[in-house]
């Protein structure tokens, strides 16, 4: 997503960043410097230690779901955004970003709670006054395959009374995924924070920064879980499509798993909404030859500005 959307016919700086504006707000530079991609300079920080330029993007990320997001999804006048959420009634929600701009928007409609929208069970706390709902489902899920800044996981919990000298630090049988939307509470006004009884959840803790090599943190529990989720969603429905997404060869171990669950369905088709598509499916259709690639040659206003059509497959790869 870039710097600016437009709301009605005026366009408003959301603040969502990209690359160009990542190097600058995350490291101060101007500029890569020689051999280095930013992705390098992530994981050189992580190396470090510093989780500093992390804590600036998803600060930065949040700032925009806060300013922007919960503006445009409660408007009455139409965005782009809007219309695609009202088009895609029916649709199931797979994202590499942190920002929670599809839970504000499906939140605000009535289709998406954080209980089950993430496509797995997480805990929350609801506001002072807020009932629960009775057998009330996520009609649309939002999964979050590199994690999300809302989400924590808790893996050990204190038992007995720290005040007493008697509690313990006991490891559960099974992770507990709780939701803290933390400075964005507000786009979700039915909740509140749920907070760690073991101190502050660090950013590093719940989202895979966007390093070259992902492997190891696509072995946490929630992302595990999440790809699990992803991947069943895929196989019933047999059709995904990519909004601006480049399937970067270094990302393989991030995207491998959807497309290998891809081409095992009736459909096995792949719409790459973006300006790059038909260079980016002709490369995938030579690694992955079952699958029915379909370009659309857009950028995301432009493809909504289209109404979001789609054109028919021509088989030409």
Known sequence: MGNSIYHGQYEIDCGYPLIADVLKLCFGLDALPTGKSVEDLFADAEEAGDYKPMEVLVDRLMEADYRIAQKLATSASSNSYREFFNKFTDAQFLTFNYDSLPEIFLCQDGRWRPEDGYGVP???????????APDVRSSSCVIHLHGSACVFTIESEILGDPAARVAELVRRSEPLYAFDPDSISHCFPHYRRVMSRTGRVSIEERVIAPVPDKSEGLKEPFIG????????LIRQVGTLTVIGYSFNPCDRASFARLLDALKQTAERKLVIVSPQSREVGKRLS????????QPVEKTFGQWAADSFRAVELDGQF
Do not use: F, I, K, N
């Open 225 to 232: 879980q999440s790809y699990a989720s992803a991947v069943q």
């Open 286 to 293: 030579m690694e992955y030859p079952e699958l029915r690639v």
């Open 122 to 132: 997480v805990s929350t706390e609801l506001a002072v006054g807020v009932r629960p």
